[in-house]
C-alpha cells in the first residue's frame, strides 16, 4: 500500500532571510530555487513582493524559472499585497499566494487594533480576492498557537469558505509544545466543519527547540504539509530545518507511515550553498548537516561501528549526499574527470561556468595535495554566489609576527579601476587587512562577527571565513574560502561590502 505524501514547503527564501544578515541577491535566490527544484521541494515560498521593488522582481523572476515546484509569494491581508503578489507569481507553472492575518487576543489587540468581527470580515475579503487571482490560497492565522480556539475554529472555517486551499497553523513565537500542538490539530480536525475542502500546514518556529518535535507532532495529528527552511534558518532561533524534517520521515517511515518527494542525497549540497550565501556557519553538532553529525570518537563507539556501522548510525552519509570519496586529480587531470565528479555531487554547470571553475579547481591543486567532496562544494558555490563581484582582491601581501605591528599591502580592483594601498595595525593582521580595505572602499558598517571555519581537516585545508557587518541596522553576511584564512578574510570582507553597497543602489 503506497504511503501518504508529506507536502515540503521551503520558506527559506522568505521566513529564512528574514534572520538578521541572511539578505541574498537575486542570483543567489536563483540559484538556491534552483537546487530546490531540482531536490523535489514541493512548494517554494520565493519572497514578500510586497515588500520592496527587489523582493518583487525575485519572487517574478523564480516564477519564471522554476517549473516543477510550486511558487508562492507572501501577503498580508491587503488588497494591495494580494494584487502585488498575484502579478509577481503570474508566470509560474504553478502559482500559489500566501495569505495572513493575526488571530491571537494579543496580536488583535495590540497590533491590528481590530475585532473579531472586523478579523473574520478581513479574512473573507483578503481570501476571496486571492483565491479570484489564484487557483491556491494559503492562509494563516499568525499566532494561532496563541489564539482563542473557538475563534480559531470560526477563522478557518471562513477562510476555507472564501476559498482557501490549505490552512497553515504557524506556531510564531515558538511558544507551542509537541503534545500541545498535536492536540491543537486534532482540535481543528474536529471542530471545523469544512476542514475536509483543505490541507492543514504546520509552521513552527524554534525558540524553545521544538520546531522540528512540533511540525512532525502536527504531521502525526494529520497535517499534511509542512512548512520549514534549510539548515533551520529564520528570525529570532530559526525554523524547523527542512533536513532534519525529511531525514526523520525517511529513517522512521516504519513509525510515521509516510513519505516525501525530496531527494535526500542533495541534502549536503543545499546545506553548504545556503550557509554560503548567507554567511551562516552550520553549527558542528546540527543534527543531518553538522560536521560531526557522522563522527565517532567515543572508543565503544568506535568499535561498534568497526563491527556494523547500524550499531551507531541510523542513516548513511550517503543518504544526504555526504560523499567521503576523495578526488584526487592535480594540474594533470583533464575537464573530463572533474566535470564528472561535479555531476556525481549533483552540480550541472554551464560550459562558460564549468571551464572558470575548472581554472579555480586547478589553482587549489596547487596548494592542496588532495581534493575532497566538501572542497568541491565550497569552490563552486564560492564560484556560483560572487560569479558578478564588482569588488575583486587582485593581491594581498602581509608581514605580521610578535615583534612589530602588521603590515597589509592590498590591491583591489573595483569596477574596472585597481586601487591599492597599505595599512598597519598592532591588532594583527586581520584587524590590518580590513583596515586596508576600509581605506579602498570607505563605509560606516560596523563589525558583527568574524569567524574562521575548515572546509575540511589538515593544515592544507580551505578555511572559510564568514563577516558580518551592520548598517543603519541592516546586517549583511559574506564568506570567503582560500587555504589561506587571511586571504579568505579579505574575500570575505569584500564580498560583505558589495552586498552592502549593492543594497543602497
Avoid at 530555487?33 to 523582493?55: Q, R, W
Avoid at 572602499?441 to 568574524?450: C, G, Q
Wanted: hydrophobic content about 40%.
Amino acid at each position: 500500500m503506497p504511503k501518504e505524501k508529506i507536502i515540503i514547503f521551503d520558506t527559506t527564501l522568505r521566513d529564512g532571510e528574514q534572520a538578521p544578515g541572511a539578505t541574498m541577491n537575486l542570483e543567489e535566490k536563483l540559484l538556491i530555487a534552483k537546487t530546490l527544484e531540482k531536490m523535489g521541494v514541493d512548494v517554494i515560498e520565493a519572497g514578500f513582493p510586497a515588500a520592496s521593488n527587489g523582493d518583487f522582481a525575485a519572487v517574478n523572476q523564480i516564477a519564471k524559472l522554476i517549473k516543477k515546484s510550486t511558487i508562492c509569494g507572501l501577503a498580508r491581508a491587503k488588497k494591495s499585497d494580494i494584487e502585488r503578489t498575484a502579478e509577481a507569481i503570474k508566470p509560474a507553472a504553478k502559482p500559489r499566494i500566501h495569505t495572513f492575518i493575526a488571530t491571537s487576543p494579543i496580536h488583535m489587540k495590540f497590533k491590528l487594533k481590530m475585532d473579531e468581527k472586523q478579523v473574520l470580515e478581513a479574512i473573507k475579503e483578503s481570501v476571496t480576492l486571492a483565491r479570484g487571482l489564484c487557483p491556491e490560497v494559503d492562509w494563516s492565522p499568525e499566532d494561532a498557537t496563541r489564539s482563542e480556539h473557538s475563534f480559531l475554529f470560526k477563522a478557518i472555517e471562513v477562510a476555507i469558505a472564501a476559498g482557501a486551499t490549505t490552512i497553515n497553523i504557524p506556531d510564531t513565537v515558538g511558544y507551542t509544545t509537541p503534545d500541545e500542538y498535536f492536540a491543537l490539530i486534532s482540535a481543528i480536525k474536529n471542530n471545523v466543519s469544512n476542514i475536509d475542502k483543505a490541507i492543514i500546514s504546520a509552521h513552527c518556529h524554534d525558540d524553545l527547540g521544538m520546531a522540528v518535535a512540533n511540525s512532525l507532532a502536527a504531521m502525526r495529528a494529520g497535517a499534511r504539509q509542512i512548512e520549514c527552511t534549510i539548515n533551520g534558518i529564520g528570525e529570532r532561533a530559526g525554523n524547523a530545518a527542512l533536513e532534519e524534517i525529511v531525514m526523520a520521515i525517511k529513517t522512521r517511515g516504519d513509525f510515521y507511515g509516510v513519505e516525501t518527494g525530496v531527494d535526500t542525497t542533495m541534502i549536503t549540497r543545499i546545506s553548504k550553498l545556503v550557509s554560503s550565501i548567507t554567511g551562516f556557519a552550520v553549527q558542528y553538532n546540527k543534527a543531518i548537516v553538522g560536521a560531526n553529525a557522522f563522527a565517532h570518537e567515543s572508543g565503544i563507539h568506535q568499535d561498534g561501528i568497526l563491527k556494523n556501522r547500524e550499531t551507531y548510525e541510523i542513516m548513511t552519509p550517503a543518504s544526504v549526499g555526504l560523499e567521503k570519496t576523495s578526488l584526487v586529480l592535480g594540474k594533470l587531470s583533464g575537464r573530463a574527470a572533474f566535470k564528472d565528479r561535479l555531476q556525481q555531487i549533483g552540480y550541472d554547470l554551464s560550459e562558460e561556468k564549468l571551464q572558470e571553475t575548472f581554472a579555480k579547481f586547478k589553482d587549489l591543486a596547487d596548494k592542496k595535495k588532495e581534493i575532497l567532496d566538501e572542497d568541491l562544494i565550497s569552490l563552486v558555490d564560492d564560484s556560483l554566489t560572487n560569479s558578478k563581484a564588482g569588488y575583486q582582491l587582485v593581491a594581498l601581501d602581509i608581514k605580521c609576527g610578535t615583534f612589530d605591528e602588521a603590515k597589509v599591502n592590498i590591491e583591489i580592483k573595483i569596477d574596472n579601476h585597481v586601487g591599492k594601498t597599505s595599512f598597519a595595525s598592532k591588532d594583527g593582521p586581520v584587524d590590518a587587512i580590513f583596515g586596508a580595505i576600509k581605506k579602498l572602499i570607505p563605509h560606516e558598517a560596523t563589525l558583527e562577527l568574524y569567524q574562521v571555519n575548515a572546509v575540511t581537516a589538515g593544515t592544507d585545508a580551505q578555511g572559510t571565513t564568514t563577516v558580518r557587518l551592520k548598517d543603519n541596522n541592516k546586517i549583511f553576511s559574506a564568506n570567503g574560502s582560500d587555504t589561506d584564512v587571511l586571504v579568505a578574510s579579505a574575500l570575505a570582507y569584500i564580498n560583505c561590502l558589495e552586498k552592502l553597497n549593492n543594497s543602497k543602489i
